[in-house]
Structures are given as C-alpha cells and as structure tokens.
C-alpha cells in the first residue's frame, strides 16, 4: 500500500486525502437504506413488503450507494493524477551571456530622443526580450556608481521588471562612470573565466567622468567580452537637460555659473572602447533610432553559443483518463439502477 502511495507517483498527490469520503458515502448508503426500511416496515408487514419488492428495492438503494461511492474513489485518484513510465532525459540550453549596461545619469533625461534618452533606451531593450530565445540577460545601471539590477538570468519577466524599474535614482550618486560600469559587469555579473560567449551592450551619452574607460575595455577584451556600445543624443550643439526638481529656479539643469548644461555625445571615446574588445561595435544612435531586435539578432542571436545550462527533466505517463473513465461508467450504471421500478 505504501507503494501505491507514493508522492512522486502522483502529479496532485494531495487530491488523495479526499478518499475518507468513500467509507463516509457507504455509510451514509447503509444509513439511507436502513431508514428505508424502517419508514416502510411501519406502514406494512413484512410478508407484505416481500410481495411488493420492499427488500428488493433496499438491495438495489445499497447497490447504488455503493456504485456511487466507488465513483466517487475513482474520480478522485484521477484528480490526483498517477503517474507511470518514469523515464528522465537531459537538456542543455545554448546561447550567450548578455549584460545590458545602462547611464542612467541626469544628461539621460535629454529629449533629444523621444520621450528622453533613457525612456526611448528601455524601450529599445524591451523590444529585445521576446527574442533572447535562452540567452543568459543582466542588466547594470550606472551614473557616478554603478549598481546591479538584473544578475545573469533566463527569467525574462524578472529582467523586464527590473528595466521598468531604472531611472535616474537607480544610483546613488550622480555623474557618468563608464569604466566602472564595465568593471562592475566584468567582475561581478559575469560568470568565472570560464564562459567564452559574453557581450555587453553599453547605452549611453559617452560623457565620462574620469573612470578610465579605455582600461577598463581592454580588462574586459582580456576576458573575451565583446562590446557593443550606442551613443545616444546630438554631438554637435548638444541637448539641454530637464531639471527633475520641480522645486528648481529652472526648467534645464545649469551649472555654478547660472549657465543651462548642455549634453553632448563623446563618439571617439565608445567608438575607442568597442574597437578594443574583440568583435567589438559601435553603433550611432545619435538623435535618430535603432531596430535593436534585429541588430540583437544580427549580432548576438546568429553568433556562436555555448551551453549555459543543463537541467534533468523528469517526465511521465499520465493515467487519470482510464480512472476518469471508470468513474463515469460507475456513475452511469448508478443512474440506470435509480431508474428501473423495483
């Protein structure tokens, strides 16, 4: 019995508590019967009720109580799901490891690109993720410090919330640290030396504010992390940026001197960056736009993989149909007794 009982042998083992129903519904038969009985026996003798089929008539009460609650047993083993043909079978999921590294520092709020630089950036991420198709996704946001918002991961939902979530006081402190940012996705998103297949996508302004961001692409070109960077927003007049205080004297952040700042796009210094690594590209975002499903695809979707995860997964052969099928010609049979006059 003991076997028969066994947790993993059921999908919804839990359904099996239900089976101190069947006694009580026998009982409950019995009872009925015998109220029957002593309900009839009162209005006629006993040679009497033989003559008009009162034990027959009791026999088939029983007959049916019973039907019903073997029923009732089988319908709930099938509600708990048996399960047999226990069989395993091993699968490796392939693809890259991709780190989305995000600015998210105030020059972002410039509307160069609608709604702003960064809003039009997460949409463009988001884009991405019905395609990632097993590729490992984290995602790092920095401004004057870097913060990990999205470790490396297959849960796309739980990456998508956390892109919803960025905005400019995801961090700390304000400013434009781009080699930190690569530092921190370097050294703590990325998996030990051991994975071939990993790239970052770099989304920012390229204002650097003295975080050595050359070094710190060569660092990661050592390791085999190719980048890929975006510039974003005009590198001509530049963009002047909103003030998110609405507290503020004015509308635009301006300087110590009164003077509104303007953000501008430094192109030499990611295009420098994405040259160092190997593979590396730099794509001109600029104030226009970018397909970044395709270019995802392009890039990274057709590029080599490696397998980022292998899993056993357990399958069996479910057998609730013959028990739901028993329970029904048990049900049926029941109805057919109810009916025929004693």
Not at 63 to 70: D, K, M, R, S, Y
Not at 195 to 218: C, I, K, N, Y
């Amino acid at each position: 019995m003991s076997e028969l009982l066994r947790a993993e042998d059921w999908a919804s083992p839990v359904w099996l508590d239900g089976l101190w129903l069947v006694p009580v519904l026998l009982a409950l038969s019995v009872w009925a019967v015998f109220r029957r009985r002593r309900a009839m026996e009162r209005f006629a003798e006993a040679s009497l009720l033989a003559r008009i089929g009162g034990v027959i008539g009791s026999t088939r009460l029983l007959a049916q109580g019973l039907l019903v609650a073997l029923a009732a047993a089988c319908l709930i083993v099938a509600l708990a799901r048996p399960l047999r043909d226990r069989s395993e079978r091993t699968i490796t999921r392939e693809g890259r490891d991709v780190v989305f590294v995000v600015d998210v520092s105030r020059s972002m709020l410039a509307d160069d690109l609608a709604p702003n630089r960064l809003e039009r950036t997460k949409l463009w991420i988001r884009d991405v993720v019905p395609t990632l198709d097993g590729d490992r996704v984290g995602l790092v946001a920095f401004a004057g410090t870097s913060v990990v918002k999205c470790p490396l991961t297959l849960d796309y939902a739980f990456f998508d919330l956390a892109l919803e979530e960025l905005d400019v006081d995801s961090v700390s402190r304000g400013g434009t640290m781009i080699g930190d940012a690569l530092r921190k996705a370097n050294e703590e998103v990325f998996d030990s030396f051991e994975g071939r297949f990993r790239d970052v996508l770099l989304f920012t302004d390229g204002e650097d504010q003295g975080s050595a961001p050359l070094e710190a692409a060569r660092a990661a070109a050592e390791r085999g992390i190719r980048l890929i960077a975006f510039g974003l927003g005009d590198d001509a007049q530049g963009t002047r940026i909103p003030n998110p205080d609405p507290r503020a004297g004015s509308p635009y952040i301006v300087d110590d001197a009164g003077r509104e700042v303007r953000s501008r796009l430094d192109r030499d210094t990611l295009e420098a960056m994405a040259r160092a690594t190997p593979g590396g590209v730099y794509v001109h975002v600029g104030t226009g736009t970018v397909e970044l499903d395709r270019l995802y695809d392009d890039l990274i979707k057709d590029a080599s993989k490696s397998a980022v995860q292998e899993e056993t997964i357990v399958e069996y052969d479910e057998r609730f149909q013959t028990w739901l099928g028993m329970a029904l010609a048990l049900l049926l049979v029941a109805g057919l007794l109810g009916g025929v006059d004693p």
